[in-house]
């Protein structure tokens, strides 16, 4: 991420730069050339504003030094339980996309001394470089949200699956406290009246048929319940399987 953050300062500086050269010359190539209007201290502002701009940067922070809160804070409890069920289990990375259940696990793995996190833009993405990380000796755990879960589907079938990749991931569960409130479950059949009912998440009612539909063994890890003690039996499971195993994560992590 550094060395990402730091070429796209070192593009801008140089776009700039390009631009305020063509700027001058279109002014001494074509000194008549008519203007829609008139900067003040012309035309020397240009040039010191963008000047002032790259010379005061802020001052850089070493890299052993916590850049956010979540860094430098123990994490919680339950947090710190499932970090050392996947160092027991042999994971190294953490592949994913964050979402408010799962945050605290991703706060606690920025700058983890031996679990790599590799965030992703879309949730397929994940499935697919774990995957990779598997097929390169690694042993990764997928983390998402059950929309991204939806959204995966593809990238799952195409990649692990068909790899029989031992992979294990972590589904967290949106709507499933209101899908329960409404005295619903996954077991509910699906109507068009049910799915567009405005006091329900369809995508809680949809999560479960649509691992059973994919062929996926799966897990629940409820509220009350232990997350760490889910996660390692998770791990086990996918290894002893040979094939994708879900973990569905309705507990609190912090």
């Not at 203007?35 to 890299?63: D, K, Q, Y």
């Not at 919680?76 to 970090?83: H, I, M, Q, S």
């Not at 700058?111 to 993405?125: A, F, K, N, S, Y």
Request: charged share 20%.
């Amino acid at each position: 991420m550094r060395r990402l953050l730091t070429s796209a300062i070192k593009v801008a500086i140089t776009v700039d730069v390009i631009v305020l050269l063509g700027y001058f010359k279109l002014r001494w190539s074509h000194p008549d050339r008519g203007r829609p209007f008139r900067m003040p201290a012309h035309p020397w502002l240009p040039p010191l504003t963008i000047a002032l701009r790259h010379l005061h940067r802020p001052r850089e922070v070493p890299r052993d030094t916590p850049t956010s809160p979540s860094m430098s804070m123990t994490p919680p409890p339950r947090t710190a339980a499932v970090l050392d069920a996947l160092q027991d289990s042999g994971v190294t990375h953490v592949v994913g996309l964050p979402d408010n259940s799962s945050a605290p696990l991703f706060d606690a793995l920025q700058g983890h001394p031996t679990l790599r996190l590799v965030q992703v833009t879309r949730e397929g993405e994940a499935f697919a470089l774990a995957s990779g990380l598997w097929l390169g000796g690694a042993n990764p755990l997928v983390v998402v949200q059950n929309t991204g879960l939806m959204e995966s589907g593809d990238a799952l079938r195409g990649t692990a699956v068909r790899m029989g990749a031992p992979l294990a991931f972590v589904v967290t569960g949106r709507g499933y406290a209101k899908m329960e409130g409404a005295g619903l479950g996954p077991e509910t059949p699906l109507t068009s009246e049910l799915l567009t009912r405005a006091d329900v998440d369809s995508v809680a009612l949809m999560t479960e048929p649509t691992l059973r539909a994919w062929g996926i063994p799966y897990q629940t890890c409820r509220p009350g319940e232990d997350p760490a003690t889910a996660v390692a039996q998770l791990v086990a499971d996918a290894r002893a399987r040979h094939h994708p195993t879900a973990l569905l994560l309705t507990a609190e992590l912090a």
